[in-house]
């Protein structure tokens, strides 16, 4: 079936999208769909000036136990905050939509707080577009968050044109590689695939752009390999910062600290397995208590290992 569009030559907005949920216009059906295999349902309302008033009535139709709809465009109108809190509520409760495009609107640090909250119990969710929304750092540092530590089902971000600043690049970075340490670093989000940043404004040091994209590649290297993204994570930054894994070995010196013992043999094994042999040796030269005969560093054996890889 063609795509249907409302016209925005309507006498009613309002009306017409009353009338979407009663015709299905506007709405395609019966095209295949080759991510879930099922049948596309999607909602095209773009340069519509609905509103907040227009996005309460789209939700009403979301929330339609009988429809099942996997793509929504509400591009270009005119949606605020508390249209993005309409929206917010109905996909904390939402399975089916995975593709949400919102870009060129008034959405706001406030707005897209209230989206953040959405994604940390949405888990169907597949593609945000944020683009050109007035989002600052507060918002942007509440998605990040959202998407570090609970939300796994996202993955495609659209973040272009915002005044994200500094401080939003920097939780986007440590979103997708937290490098406060190696822990941080396997527990954060190794499903995002992309984040497009493109004219974004506030930023001073676009370095931390440059990582986004450096950590987001490995990401998309490891899509079919689970549990590779966080080791391959862990293995660059060991690389750039091989003071890091130094502080991170002499720690056990210090203290017994049975906690972390159980990553350290990853990160050796990795810089083995690589032939990282600037970075093995540097350890070797700094760390000569891994290799202590004294009874009490017994434990500290598996640190052998990693020469034989």
């Known amino acids: 079936m063609p795509i249907r569009r409302l016209s925005t030559s309507l006498s009613s907005c309002l009306d017409s999208v009353e009338a979407l949920f009663e015709s299905d216009a506007g709405v395609t059906d019966g095209e295949e769909f080759v991510r879930d295999g099922g049948r596309v349902g999607a909602i095209f ?23 099942k709809y996997y793509k929504l465009y509400l591009c270009d109108n005119r949606i605020g905050r508390q249209g993005a809190s309409f929206i917010s509520n109905s996909l904390k409760y939402n399975t089916t939509l995975m593709e949400l495009s919102l870009g060129n609107n008034h959405i706001g640090d406030e707005g897209a707080m209230h989206l953040a909250s959405a994604l940390m119990e949405n888990c169907t969710l597949e593609m945000l577009n944020m683009e050109n929304n007035n989002i600052g750092p507060a918002g942007t ?15 495609w971000l659209v973040l272009s044109e915002n005044p994200i600043g500094d401080e939003g690049a920097m939780a986007m970075l440590r979103c997708v590689g937290n490098t406060f ?7 954060c989000n190794h499903s995002l695939l992309s984040i497009i940043l493109k004219k974004v404004t506030l930023v001073k040091d676009s370095t931390s752009l440059k990582k986004i994209q450096c950590y987001l590649k490995i990401n ?20 750039e910062n091989p003071k890091a894994l130094l502080d991170v ?6 203290d017994d600290g049975e906690k972390e013992l159980s ?25 000569p ?19 034989y890889y």
Not at 141 to 155: C, F, G, I, P, R
Not at 249 to 254: E, G, N, V, Y
Not at 292 to 307: E, G, I, V
């Open 181 to 187: 340490s190696f822990d941080h670093l396997q527990k």
């Open 289 to 307: 208590h891994l290799f202590s005969n004294d009874p009490d560093m017994r434990k500290l054996n598996w640190a052998n290992n990693f020469l």
């Open 141 to 155: 540092v509440a998605l990040a968050n959202a998407l570090e530590h609970d939300n796994k089902s996202l993955q």
């Open 220 to 239: 998309r290297q490891s899509v079919h390999l689970p549990g590779s993204a966080a080791q391959c994570k862990i293995l660059t930054y060991a690389k």
């Open 249 to 254: 070995l002499a720690s056990i010196r210090r």
């Open 45 to 67: 309302l773009g340069g519509n000036h609905l509103g907040d008033k227009g996005v309460a009535r789209i939700v009403d139709g979301l929330d339609d136990p009988c429809r």
């Open 263 to 287: 990553l350290h043999p990853l990160v050796l094994a990795l810089l083995g397995y690589h032939s990282d042999l600037s970075t093995i040796f540097e350890v070797l030269q700094n760390s």
